[in-house]
C-alpha cells in the first residue's frame, strides 16, 4: 500500500536569531493588522515606531538569554519528535516544517519547502494550543498568502485548537504535579502553595470583538486541574506580557504575585498558553517576575517547565495529527466541529460559516 506523503506545518511566534535581528523581528510583529488593529495608513509608522521603542528592553532581555531566541530550535525539535511518533504509522509519511509568523523561517520558506517536497496533505497545526486571532489566525492568513503567491494546492487540514484535549491536559498536568511536589517539598507544612496558570494577555477590545482565546484559556485550566491529584487545590488564572497602554484582560500576572505576597502565599507558575521555552519563560517568568517575588518577600517562587519535547507531550500531538488528518475535515478543532460559545464570532469555524451563507446570498 502507498503511504499518502503528509507535510505537518508547525506554526510557532518565531524569535531573532541575533541582537541585529531584534528590532526587524518586532516591526514584522508590530505591523501585523492582526496585532496592531489600527487603520491601514497608520500601521507602517506606528509599527515601526512601536518597535523601536520596544527594541532596547527587547535586546536586554535576549541578552539574558545568550542574545537569541531558542524557539526555532526547540520547534524544530518538537517536529523531528512528531516525525518520529508517527512514524510507525502505516498509512502516512509524514514529514514536519516549520513556519515562524515573525522571523524566519517565515510561511514563505516554509511553503516553497513544503512544495518542494510533493506531498499529498498538508496539515496546518499551530503549537498554540488556543485559538487566537492574533497568533493562530493570523499564521493562517500568512500561509494562505504564502501558498497563493507560489500556486501551492494541495489538500489542507487546518487543526485551529486542542485547548483541552485530554492527552495534552494530562501532559500538562504530570509536569504541574510533579512541579508542585517538589515545591512543596521545599516548603514549611504551614506555608500555602498557589499555582498561578499565566497566559500571554490580549486588549480586552479583542477578545469583546469575539476572540475565543480568554476562553480557550479558560477550558485549558479548567482540564489541566481535572487531570490534577491534588485535592482543594488554590489556582487562578492570569495574564502576563501586556505591551500597549490599552485595557487588557485580567487579572494581571503582576497583581497576583503582589496578591500573594500580601497573603504570604508561596507561588508556582504554569505557563499554560506556551508550549516551549522562550523570552517570555525564560526571562519574564523567570527573571523578571522572581525578582518581584523576591522583593515582595513572597516565601517560595517556583516555575512549571513548558513543555518542548517532553514525550507525553508529543504523543498527544501525534494523536491531535492522527484525529484532524482523519476527520474528513478542511477545519477542524481537536474535538472535530466547533468547541467556542455562539459570542466568539471570531472562532474560524463561525466566520467559515458566515462566509459560507454571503457566498450562497451572493448572485453568480
Known amino acids: 500500500m502507498t503511504r499518502r506523503r503528509v ?42 515606531l512601536i518597535a523601536w521603542r520596544r527594541t532596547k528592553p527587547a535586546m536586554e532581555n535576549y541578552a539574558v538569554i545568550g542574545g537569541r531566541s531558542p524557539l526555532l ?4 525539535e518538537q517536529g523531528r519528535s512528531l516525525e518520529a511518533a508517527l512514524a510507525d504509522d502505516p498509512a502516512i509519511e509524514v514529514r514536519s516544517f516549520v513556519a515562524m509568523r515573525y522571523w524566519h523561517p517565515l510561511s514563505d520558506a516554509a511553503a516553497r519547502a513544503v512544495k518542494d517536497w510533493g506531498p499529498d496533505e ?14 493562530t489566525g493570523s499564521s493562517i492568513s500568512a500561509w494562505d498568502d504564502a501558498s497563493r503567491r507560489i500556486g501551492l494546492s494541495v489538500p489542507t487540514t487546518t487543526l485551529c485548537c486542542w485547548h483541552s484535549d485530554g492527552g495534552f491536559a494530562a501532559a500538562t ?16 507544612a504551614d506555608v500555602r502553595l498557589r499555582v498561578l496558570f499565566s497566559a500571554h494577555g490580549l486588549p ?31 489556582h487562578l488564572v492570569c495574564y502576563q506580557s501586556r505591551v500597549t497602554p490599552q485595557k487588557w484582560i485580567g487579572p494581571s500576572t503582576e497583581d ?32 523578571e517576575y522572581r525578582e518581584e517575588a523576591d522583593h515582595l518577600g513572597i516565601p517560595g517562587y517556583f516555575r512549571v517547565p513548558a513543555q518542548n519535547s517532553d514525550p507525553a507531550f508529543i504523543a498527544a500531538l501525534a494523536e491531535l495529527a492522527r484525529g484532524a488528518l482523519g476527520s474528513g ?5 481537536f474535538a472535530g466541529a466547533r468547541q467556542c460559545p455562539k459570542q466568539h464570532g471570531d472562532c474560524p469555524h463561525a466566520r467559515a460559516r458566515a462566509e459560507a451563507r454571503v457566498a450562497v446570498k451572493e448572485p453568480a
Open 173 to 188: 498536568a504530570r509536569l504541574v504535579q510533579e512541579s508542585y511536589a517538589k515545591a512543596r517539598a521545599e516548603l514549611p
Open 122 to 135: 498538508v496539515l496546518l497545526f499551530p503549537l498554540y494550543p488556543q485559538f487566537s486571532t492574533t497568533t
Open 73 to 76: 530550535e526547540l520547534t524544530e
Open 329 to 333: 475535515r478542511s477545519l477542524c478543532s
Open 256 to 287: 497576583e504575585i503582589e496578591r500573594a505576597a500580601e497573603e504570604k502565599v508561596a507561588i508556582l507558575i504554569c505557563p499554560i498558553a506556551f508550549v516551549s521555552e522562550h523570552s517570555e519563560t525564560l526571562v519574564e517568568l523567570d527573571v
Open 7 to 48: 507535510a505537518i506545518v508547525l506554526f510557532n511566534l518565531g524569535g531573532p536569531d541575533r541582537p541585529e535581528s531584534v528590532r526587524p523581528f518586532l516591526v514584522n510583529l508590530f505591523t501585523d493588522p492582526a496585532i496592531l488593529r489600527v487603520p491601514g495608513f497608520i500601521r507602517p509608522w506606528l509599527g515601526r
Open 204 to 234: 480586552e477590545s479583542i477578545v469583546a470583538a469575539g476572540d475565543p482565546y480568554q476562553w480557550q484559556v479558560e477550558q485549558t485550566v479548567a482540564s489541566v486541574v481535572k487531570h490534577l491529584d491534588i485535592p482543594e487545590l488554590d
